[in-house]
């Protein structure tokens, strides 16, 4: 199983404090059998979920111009005409994912194109499935612009556990559909933003996989 680079220093650091709990445990409450070997217990799963909260698949793609897949793994929680206030400043299409801490973090280009914008926000932790989290929660903003001009938001959005979200792109980078995005550490979500006319191929509640499942046509 490969782990994803972000969580390289987490697990490192988590390696190295339930070692030195359980040691200290081991040591100074070894005749306290339920302290000693309860922590020990619960060390295990808790680190394995760390592993698992960061593991990559490799999945194989082959970039397809006039799809848009999805960028993330999780559920399809929104799909609605709205008003994207920050880049558009007009009507879209919204798509959203909900990430569970279950799902693989590491976020996808839907598209192919050059990054025409990027902009990093602080914010609130309310709940990712709210509908102002879009607005309201710690969130970085990237517009993807395709070959044919049409332009592509994705937002990264922090949730209530979600306490870091990393974002690769840079403004005039050329990005390629399938490529990695960024990767937001626990709970959240992702939105995007599509032009009016789009056909959407997802279904509110249908789980979608990242480089797998396809989400629009443009």
Known sequence: MRIHKEGY???TYSLIAILALNILIF???GNVPFLKWGMLVASIPFYAFLLFFFRLPKRIFDPVAGLIYAPADGKVVIIEETIEKEYF?????????????????????PVSGKIKYVKYHKGKYIV??????????????VVIE????????IRQIAGAVARRIVTYSKENQDVIQGDELGFIKFGSRVDIFLPLGTKIEASILQRVRANKDIIAEI
């Open 9 to 11: 220093k987490i697990l």
């Open 27 to 29: 040591l100074f409450y």
């Open 89 to 109: 400043k007009d009507a879209r299409l919204q798509v959203s994912i909900f990430m569970s801490p279950l799902n693989v973090h590491s976020n996808k280009y």
């Open 128 to 141: 990712a499935w709210h509908p102002k989290s879009s607005e309201l929660n710690e969130r970085s903003t």
């Open 146 to 153: 395709t070959v044919d001009g049409k332009e592509i938001l």
